[in-house]
């Protein structure tokens, strides 16, 4: 049988997927396994990377056996992963130095604070497009090699390899014959200049990190290297597509040109701004970034992240045990016709843009003896719509025009109660696609093209299909204004 599928790894923060998508763009199968989340201390969060690779694992073999496909139909493998996820491992055996530091992880607030008490954040900003913040890798990288006895001399003598989960990944896959990443992934590293694509040597410095440990920079559309004993798959497939978790998104949203902009609900929410062929720069708290690079030509976007989103409302299952499953949210939400005056800010680790303050926490205000748990259910969705809406403005604010639609995407994307709110709050429409794991799809979409299977961006285009549009409604309008203020009276207690 001829070899017309793909096969997407979409590496994410609390599980590992894999999906087969045929010629047509059609998911054959989409298949999901979770692996531990380690809190060491407070504000830490850490993974095994060998929980990662077996999660992985047993996601493609899930996948091959529901699509009915075996590998000889794959014809290329695309990788997506959540991004600034700090990983170093052996290069002689493969093995891990040490857990992975996540990209939730707040351990280096200190570093960063130094940092910019040294008047280096401008220097940061204009090179890489982005904020001294715990969040990126270049200070997680710091602190291992600090505070792990043998991995700074290791690291200068070359034995150890530096990388986001999808160099971890392709290493892995090629059986440790390729050590690269494309610039979707460099870009959020503090170490890449964003106009060059290629490591800084003047951030290498800055941040103490040496130049051996770090992996080659490739587009992110084409063959980076072939399968190589890997578990469940034939030697020889190619892994032609690589991007991080985002910019895939923007990508399976087919948001090809510039001003088309999507957001994914995923454990956080991430707003991405198409911008063209150069970088804006944000002076309102937005970052800039590397959405892609194809065939000699880079795309750039502006990004907004809320590092919790989805994760709120798994805290409220499993933290405070309001509901069983993720997904009784909207019921139990939808039991009541508004918050009663209850306000939750789910800055849980920190928040993130446009404000980037490390050291703020989880608020929830208003509670009364009235209060209940669908109250602080609503007032959950409430929140996770509310902080998209200071992103989309301080992007609007950077680009000078208004943005008129936003594709949105991810897990809690199903939520209708939540995707209306969050037209509301935007006052524009909120477009879900048919598939709304479209990070998988933009993982997929590349690896396709890397091959050959699909041609141009048009194909990608005839392949995406809108499957509802949540217009803001009219009795919203006259509520908004007063609902933001709210909302930042809120957010000042942090």
């Known amino acids: 049988m001829a070899t017309t599928c793909v096969l997407a790894l979409d590496q994410g923060t609390t599980g590992s997927a894999a999906a087969v998508v045929d010629a047509s763009g059609r998911v054959l199968a989409k298949t999901k396994r979770d692996f531990r ?8 969060v850490e993974h095994d990377p060998e929980d990662i690779w077996r999660s992985q694992l047993a996601a493609i073999r899930q996948a091959l056996s529901e699509a009915k496909v075996g590998g000889d139909r794959i014809a290329a493998i695309g990788v997506t992963n959540q991004r600034e996820t700090t990983l170093l ?6 093995k891990p130095a040490h857990n992975a530091i996540v990209w939730q992880d707040r351990r280096t607030a200190d570093i960063c604070e130094k940092l910019k008490n040294a008047r280096k954040e401008q220097l940061v900003r204009r090179k890489t497009g982005l904020v001294l913040d715990p969040y990126f890798s270049a200070t997680k990288i710091r602190w291992m090699l600090d505070e792990v006895d043998g991995l700074e001399r290791g690291a200068k003598n070359g034995e150890l390899a ?8 392709l290493w892995r896959l090629t059986g440790g014959k390729v050590h690269a990443t494309d610039p979707s992934n460099a870009s959020r590293t503090l170490l890449m ?6 490591w800084d040597d003047e951030l290498l410095a800055l941040f103490n990190v040496p130049r051996a440990l770090l992996p080659e920079i490739r587009p992110s ?10 578990p469940g798959l034939p030697d020889g497939i190619p892994i032609a597509g690589l991007a991080g978790d985002q910019q895939a998104a923007l990508f399976g949203q087919a948001c090809f040109s510039p001003g088309e902009a999507k957001c994914t609900f995923g454990t956080g929410s991430f707003l991405l701004l198409n911008t063209g062929a150069k970088p804006v720069e944000s002076l309102s708290g937005c970052l800039t970034t590397v959405a892609w690079q194809r065939d000699g030509k880079t795309t ?3 990004e907004g ?3 919790v989103c989805g994760a709120a409302v798994q805290w409220l299952r499993d933290g405070l045990g309001l509901f069983v499953s993720s997904e009784d949210i909207e019921a139990l939400a939808r039991s009541v016709p508004d918050c009663a005056g209850v306000q939750f800010v789910p800055a849980l680790t920190g928040l993130g843009a446009p404000y980037w303050n490390p050291n703020a926490r989880g608020v929830i205000t208003g509670l009364t003896r009235g209060t209940t748990r669908a109250h602080l259910a609503r007032a959950t969705l409430e929140g996770m719509a509310l902080q998209n809406v200071d992103l989309l403005l301080a992007m609007q604010k950077d680009l000078r025009r208004a943005i008129t639609s936003v594709k949105v995407d991810g897990g809690a994307a199903a939520n209708d109660l939540l995707m209306q709110m969050q037209a509301d709050f935007l006052g524009v429409p909120c477009v879900r696609p048919a598939i709304i794991e479209t990070t998988s799809a933009g993982a ?8 050959g299977l699909w041609k141009t961006e048009s194909d990608i285009r005839r392949i995406w299909k809108a499957q509802r549009a949540f217009l803001p409604r009219l009795r919203a309008r006259g509520e908004r204004a007063e609902r933001l203020r709210l909302w930042r009276e809120a957010v000042t207690r942090a």
């Open 37 to 44: 989340q380690h809190f060491p201390r407070p504000g830490w």
């Open 89 to 94: 491992w052996s290069r002689a055996t493969g």
């Open 162 to 169: 530096f990388g986001t989960v999808d160099s971890f990944l």
């Open 193 to 198: 200049d964003l106009r060059t694509l290629s």
């Open 221 to 230: 559309v084409g063959v980076f290297g072939t399968t190589r004993r890997v």
């Open 300 to 302: 750039y976007a502006l």
């Open 305 to 307: 992240a809320a590092f």
């Open 444 to 451: 997929a979409f590349m690896a396709g093209l890397g091959v």
